[in-house]
């Protein structure tokens, strides 16, 4: 016996549908919340930040990334180019969309679910249709999509900081790249000094007019140089590689070329006495922190309001049954909820609760930090600047005056080539100190940046042994 039935669907789902169809639902931004982005750390940055979506994005990023690479680097060129090219900002870009895709999907109301089943057996069929909803899952609908939305805020502002904390990392790594070379730059033109007064020694040594401790000196001085200027030279291909990596390049654009110098130092620094109420108010970690409490809060409230509830379903449902007699058609629904006999909600609302009471305290912990932080990042940014304006201004004219005052001395001999050596030491650690002096100072004003809107510190910490000291440490010993 053969038996086919047009099912149709029950009042209550077709009400459930009404009320999907009524209910608002969040739709996917045309900019996928990078305006947002562009607006604080674009602006802040003043450049352009871009998500590479489409193959015109790319190929838009490649000719800037290519234009920017022709000329000598700058370090907003260098910014520029990460921010164009950083896959690992891209990434960042990414978890953007995907927490938007959340909120959108949190906006929506829950999917009913359908069911159709046929029993036949002797001379009987039976037919029955359900329709499930979960009615906990609407009724909560407006709560959740609402923390949804605080989500994808949420997101928008770690993108931003994402973005400050590339920017930043290239152009740490940018002064750092240069220092290096030129440190390098200036141990070469020493060593090549040396080179020629070790030969002229190692003559005046055959012909008997040099002994032979002077003739070791120089050579020992040469040989100094000579390690130091390989150290220098590794540390420099090691840093002009980690920018490297920050801009995101390989293959034909690492030929770019750096200045030979740092940046001339500014005529003065900047006076910042609101630097602690400045960075509470703008740094973007302690706003996302303020929206995860945000969040949670709504989220707190929504679980003490159904911590009873786990489950809420209602089906409605229809069955048919046709046997020799006739047939017979019945409708009804059907609920299925949770019975709380064991646990009345308490252990999620406790949840929920110290989950809040957690982010909360630690919001109030990154606003003592982060006021600690501009407070060190700006007193660094002082010192740095001073130091490095005293060596600029003190150290080195007194080191010129110096050196060629011992110059004359020995050329009359009046000084022995023991001295001459020690004056020459202790010039070469002053010029290597004095280029490290205007490194830390570009270094202090970009943590000084992060340290008022954020982008996260300098992860390099302190800077290895240099040349200088080594150079230092060397002249002691002698």
Not at 46 to 53: H, I, S, W
Not at 389 to 400: A, D, N
Request: charged share 25%.
């Amino acid at each position: 016996m053969s038996f086919q039935k047009r099912i149709r669907i029950p009042s209550l789902t077709a009400v459930a549908l009404g009320s999907l169809v009524l209910s608002g639902c969040a739709s996917f931004s045309p900019d996928g919340g990078m305006k947002t982005v562009g607006n604080i750390a674009g602006n802040a940055l003043g450049k352009d930040v871009m998500a590479l979506r489409t193959e015109a994005d790319e190929t838009a990023a490649r000719n800037r990334v290519e234009g920017l690479l022709k000329k000598r680097l700058t370090a907003d060129a260098a910014v520029q180019i990460a921010l164009s090219n950083n896959r690992d900002l891209q990434a960042a870009y990414n978890a953007l969309g995907i927490s938007e895709a959340l909120m959108v999907g949190a906006s929506l109301p829950p999917n009913p679910s359908f069911s159709i089943s046929r029993i036949a057996g002797g001379s009987s069929v039976e037919v029955e249709a359900r329709a499930v909803g979960n009615v906990l899952a609407l009724v909560t609908l407006p709560a959740r999509a609402d923390i949804a939305k605080d989500r994808f805020r949420q997101a928008k502002f770690e993108a931003a900081e994402a973005t400050l904390r590339i920017a930043a990392e290239t152009r740490r790594s940018y002064y750092r790249a240069i220092a290096a070379a030129s440190l390098a730059g200036f141990l070469k033109q020493a060593q090549s000094a040396a080179e020629s007064a070790a030969q002229l020694s190692s003559r005046l040594g055959e012909a008997g007019t040099l002994g032979k401790l002077d003739q070791a000196r120089n050579q020992a001085f040469y040989a100094e140089l000579s390690a130091q200027l390989a150290t220098a030279r590794l540390k420099a291909l090691g840093k002009r590689e980690r920018l490297i990596r920050a801009m995101g390049l390989w293959g034909n654009d690492l030929a770019f070329k750096l200045p030979t110098t740092l940046p001339k130092l500014p005529a003065r620094a900047a006076s910042l006495p609101a630097v602690e109420i400045e960075a509470v108010a703008q740094r973007l970690d302690l706003r996302v922190a303020r929206l995860e409490a945000a969040a949670l809060a709504k989220s707190y409230g929504l679980t003490n309001a159904t911590r009873v509830l786990n489950l809420l379903e209602v089906a409605g449902v229809s069955k048919t049954t046709r046997d020799d007699a006739g047939k017979v058609r019945e409708q009804g629904v059907e609920v299925d909820f949770e019975i709380p006999i064991f646990d009345f909600g308490q252990v999620k609302n406790r949840q929920a609760e110290q989950t809040y009471m957690q982010a909360v305290n630690r919001l109030a912990a990154k606003a003592v930090n982060v006021r600690s932080q501009a407070r060190v990042a700006y007193q660094t940014y002082r010192a740095s600047y001073d130091i490095a304006r005293h060596y600029q201004r003190e150290v080195l004219p007194l080191r010129k005056i110096i050196s060629d005052e011992t110059l004359l001395r020995y050329n009359a001999m009046q000084i022995d080539v023991f001295s001459l050596l020690t004056e020459a030491r202790q010039r070469i650690t002053s010029n290597m100190a004095a280029i490290e002096a205007e490194r830390d100072f570009w270094l202090a004003q970009s943590n000084l940046g992060t340290a008022i809107l954020g982008g996260g510190a300098d992860d390099a910490g302190g800077e290895p042994q240099t040349a200088a000291m080594a150079g230092g440490e060397a002249t002691s010993e002698h």
